[in-house]
């Protein structure tokens, strides 16, 4: 009898443990999928792209094409603070943000005068972004992500 209940005992935490150690993996999980944007690259990091976000309300340039694995530098050179984007739930204009199928959106936050932020894209296709104060006076952009093709990867 003794046993058993300590049996019990063992099973019961092992459970708890277990429990413990998947919850602790899922907030890692979840913490990498949002590091994705960024207001400084890692050492040795350089931006595939760099779009300027100026003080007539516009990016420029307004579409650029990078390819998977690519970061784009949105530059604040405005006297204002920008956003960059890319969450339909945040469109005033449902057709001024896409994203590409299984992408997951993004928001910049305000990105203050002279300040620099950087998002790594990891999905392929058309993504249609906004700055968020601006969007009524058409301050949009397009990024458009190239899936690598084998020959740019292969090395000799
Ligand atoms: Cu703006």
Same mark, same amino acid.
């Given at each position: 009898m003794r046993t058993l209940r300590y049996s019990l005992v063992v099973f019961v935490v092992a459970v708890a443990a277990v429990g413990v150690a998947y919850a602790l993996e899922s907030a890692g999980t979840a913490?990498? =999928?949002g590091a994705s944007g960024t207001t400084a690259l890692a050492p040795g990091q350089t931006a595939a792209a /760099?779009?300027?976000m100026t003080d007539d309300n516009k990016f420029k340039p307004d579409k650029v094409k990078v390819n998977v694995g690519d970061t784009v530098e949105w530059k604040n050179t405005a006297k204002v603070a920008h956003t960059v984007i890319d969450d339909p739930k945040v469109a005033q204009k449902k057709g001024n943000v896409e994203l590409p199928k299984? =992408?997951?959106?993004f928001n910049s936050g305000p990105v203050a005068?002279?300040?620099?932020?950087?998002? /790594?894209?990891t999905t392929p296709g058309t993504y249609k972004y906004i700055c968020g104060p601006h969007e009524a006076v058409g301050m949009k952009g397009e990024v458009v992500v190239k899936e690598k093709r084998e020959k740019d990867t292969v090395k000799e």
């Open positions: 913490a990498a =999928a /760099t779009v300027t299984g =992408a997951e959106a005068p002279g300040t620099s932020w950087y998002y /790594t894209f």
